[in-house]
């Protein structure tokens, strides 16, 4: 049974930091594409970041240079270090585990960006 669960969220100021991380149950890291994807109310859930088995990582124009998504196959997780934020970076995040026709979501954790 593969679960994924968010922690990390909560509420920010501009400008500054915080790391979301995924865990993982389920042998599914060195296979699956692991992803962050992100829903701002009234806005379609949107991909933030993705790094593939073989570690290569792409990222949405917006949060280019500002966010890092890593992941530890050891530890089983995926993190996405998100720096320099903005208050448009408002939304429930949402970790994701993709492979072929096949697609796994966690619960989501709620992100505000707010002074």
């Known amino acids: 049974q593969v679960q994924l669960v968010e922690s990390g969220g909560g509420l920010v100021q501009p400008g500054g930091s915080l790391r979301l991380s995924c865990a993982v149950s389920?042998?599914?890291?060195?296979?699956?594409?692991m992803g962050w994807y992100r829903q701002a109310p009234g806005k379609q859930r949107e991909l933030v970041a993705v790094?593939?088995?073989?570690?290569?990582?792409d990222y949405a124009d917006s949060v280019k240079g500002r966010f890092t998504i890593s992941r530890d196959n050891t530890r089983n997780t995926v993190d996405l270090q998100m720096n320099s934020l903005k208050p448009e970076d408002t939304a429930v995040y949402y970790c994701?585990?993709?492979?072929?026709?096949?697609?796994?979501w966690g619960q989501g954790t709620q992100v505000t960006v707010s002074s």
């Open positions: 389920g042998d599914i890291l060195r296979t699956y594409t």
């Open positions: 994701n585990a993709a492979w072929l026709h096949i697609r796994y």
């Open positions: 790094v593939s088995s073989g570690d290569s990582t």
